[in-house]
């Protein structure tokens, strides 16, 4: 007779192995798949830097994004949403062009773009590092995260008509710690088996990596002209 404690702890451990497997496999093909978006993004950007195209402007940006970031949900269980995906971190990479076009005119802009990207790249190396490693639980800071989007989306809205300096510099640094947050909670999200879509993923941490860079170049910029 098969003693029952014996056999509840291992059938314990191979449920942990399934989920430890689909875990690592979700957090593989994401990995992949983001790899290659922030690679096609940045050669977007490298051509609209070169080419000196014009900002699209709020309108185009704004319709451009939530329209296909609509198209991907629809599509996110198929590979018209990865087809989807692409265009979307390439859409992004033209809008972040014209800004960092005007950054590397600034004096020592390069050293700005460069300081921006380094910071980017630790902060997104770090936090994955932590989630990675600590395996913590991280879905208590999803209502959180979702407020303070909700405000900065409400503040960045009023700042475009406000002007006001000191308000979108306050902005940029909330939405560097936010989206601080999304990455580590992304992250523990797939190592703890509660996100299985790739592709949605993805999405999730391109963006949070886009707006770290874009936030953290609005800060340094800022900096460099003072």
């Known amino acids: 007779m098969i003693d029952r404690t014996d056999y509840l702890r291992n059938n314990a451990q191979s449920v942990t192995t399934v989920i430890d497997g689909a875990a690592h496999r979700v957090l593989r093909n994401t990995y992949m798949l983001l790899s290659l978006c922030l690679g096609f993004s940045a050669m977007v950007a490298a051509a609209a830097v070169s080419f000196g195209l014009p900002n699209p402007g709020i309108i185009i940006t704004l319709v451009g994004f939530y329209g296909l970031l609509w198209a991907i949900h629809r599509n996110r269980d198929s590979g018209t949403g990865v087809a989807l995906l692409f265009a979307l971190t390439g859409f992004m990479g033209y809008t972040v062009g014209?800004?960092?076009g005007h950054t590397l005119n600034m004096p020592n802009g390069a050293q700005t773009v460069m300081l921006a990207l380094g910071g980017t790249a630790a902060t997104f190396a770090a936090l994955s590092a932590y989630a990675l490693v600590s395996k913590r639980d991280m879905s208590f800071m999803g209502g959180f995260l979702m407020v303070g989007m909700i405000?900065?989306?409400?503040?960045s809205l009023?700042?475009?008509?406000?002007?006001i300096p000191a308000l979108s510099l306050a902005i940029?640094?909330?939405i560097v710690l936010l989206m601080?947050?999304?990455?580590?909670f992304e992250t523990s999200n797939i190592v703890n088996g509660g996100e299985t879509n790739y592709v949605m993923v993805t999405l999730s941490l391109f963006t949070s990596i886009f707006n770290l860079f874009t936030s953290l170049l609005h800060l340094l910029g800022f900096a460099n002209k003072e």
């Open 98 to 100: 014209p800004l960092i």
């Open 151 to 155: 405000v900065a989306i409400l503040a």
């Open 158 to 163: 009023a700042g475009m008509f406000l002007q």
């Open 172 to 174: 940029s640094a909330v």
């Open 180 to 184: 601080s947050g999304m990455i580590l």
